[in-house]
């Protein structure tokens, strides 16, 4: 496990059909790379877990991690960070709608000097219209406040160093504010253009309503933070025999 080149964390409730073939579609990409992919199971009721077990006599290198109730994406994706055994992590959706295809450039970019965090931006988004009018209209307002410079923060498809993403500060739905609060420790942020493809399975765990409503309490409380630290410091120690 020590040389492991990197971890893929997929979040997962109630994916029971698309798992499999992202499983499948994330080792083809990755063929002949050290890696291991960790699956963490959101409180699934549908069966996630027997698929896991199946998919695990076939693949050596997947990790089944379980929430024995649904804590949410965020929470997800966290516990995947804090069991990942490799320095670079990357994050995709277990619905099937993130191109594993993707993941190779993402992991590229955040390897760059000064980069804490590389993230997919949907150039094609595969939501009914009312979706797309409402996730416009909320990364209009995140962008405007939070001056992240990143149009679209929803998409799982997601690259950092696990040590970065660790000293985050932790709340629920934190990863669609994940360029802000990278930027907040003074690091860099890049962006890839990705397609988002059409779910073929199971069904959206996000509403409208819902979304927007939590996305505005949660966007006041990071500018709150984001005002609260106006300088990253710079840090080196001091040896005794160093020069004044």
């Not at 990197?6 to 050290?34: C, H, Y």
């Not at 890696?35 to 290198?61: H, M, Q």
């Not at 191109?99 to 190779?104: A, E, V």
């Not at 799982?156 to 360029?179: C, E, Q, S, W």
Request: charged share 25%.
């Amino acid at each position: 496990m020590s040389e492991l080149q990197f971890s893929i964390v997929i979040p997962a409730k109630d994916e029971v059909e698309s798992l499999a073939d992202v499983v499948d579609e994330i080792t083809t990409v990755l063929a002949g790379r050290a890696f291991e992919i960790i699956v963490v199971d959101d409180g699934s009721t549908d069966g996630t877990a027997a698929v896991l077990r199946d998919l695990r006599k076939r693949y050596p290198n997947l990790r089944h991690l379980s929430h024995h109730q649904s804590c949410g994406k965020s929470a997800a994706v966290l516990s995947g960070v804090r069991a990942a055994k490799a320095a670079a992590v990357c994050t995709l959706d277990g619905d099937g709608q993130n191109d594993p295809r993707y993941l190779p450039e993402l992991l590229a970019l955040a390897s760059e000097p000064g980069v804490g965090l590389a993230a997919g931006q949907r150039v094609k988004h595969a939501h009914s219209f009312a979706k797309q009018i409402g996730s416009r209209l909320a990364n209009g307002l995140r962008r405007a406040l939070l001056k992240d410079d990143t149009r679209d923060t929803a998409c799982g498809l997601k690259a950092f160093p696990r040590d970065v993403y660790l000293r985050l500060p932790y709340f629920d739905t934190m990863h669609r504010f994940l360029p802000a609060l990278v930027m907040r420790e003074g690091l860099g942020v890049r962006h890839l253009d990705v397609v988002d493809r059409v779910r073929l399975r199971g069904q959206s765990k996000y509403g409208i309503v819902d979304r927007t409503l939590t996305g505005i309490l949660d966007l006041v409380g990071v500018s709150w933070l984001m005002a609260r630290r106006r300088t990253v410091p710079s840090v080196s120690e001091i040896s005794s025999d160093s020069p004044l």
